[in-house]
């Protein structure tokens, strides 16, 4: 997994609350199990008409940064793993939104997508820059777990402590319990019956 510290770039900004897991990666692409291919499919029905032609209003049309910016109540819907495959797939390190399903924030987290959860008062300010300044910088400082735009100001976000520290070291579940396998193999010595 890639280390996630500080993410500076500018966002994509989509405006548009409760985006479901179906809109974010549609249910006829869940045909696999890798987690490789989702990110050209990501707001797949958003970005392309049934015929397969480009759609004249695409809202992502243009967009580049690593950042998603989007409304309230993102990740919401079914619980597919697949919605945060397609975002990392597709080059996504953060989404930000005033609130995560539960189910969507838990498994971006184990994907390597920070879901950073900010104030409904702070996702407007935002907003209205990213209306105004399309190309505002957004930095993400997973340390001290802030996020700041100029024009928005700073905030600061909750995040557990132990998917923290898996995101800043780049570590999975697995990679975190191997990371201290001498200190597990040194206790389970110490206590094998006699």
Known sequence: MDKIRTIESTAVFVPVDNIDTDQIIPARFLKTTVREGFGEKLFYDWRFNPDGSP???????????????????????SSREHAAWALHDAGFKAVVSSSFADIFRNN???????????????????????????????????????????????EKFEINGYKKECLMKGYSDIDYLLSDKDAILEYEAGHRPN
């Not at 996702?123 to 997973?142: G, H, M, Q, Y």
């Open 108 to 154: 971006a987290l184990n994907n390597c997508l920070l879901p950073v959860k900010v104030s409904e008062a702070y996702l407007e300010r935002l907003s209205d820059v990213l209306r105004t300044a399309p190309d505002t910088v957004l930095k993400i400082d997973l340390g001290a777990q802030t996020i700041s735009a100029a024009g928005a100001g700073e």
């Open 55 to 77: 759609a004249r209003d695409n809202p992502l049309e243009g967009q580049k940064g690593v950042i998603l910016v989007a409304g309230n109540n993102f990740g919401c819907g």
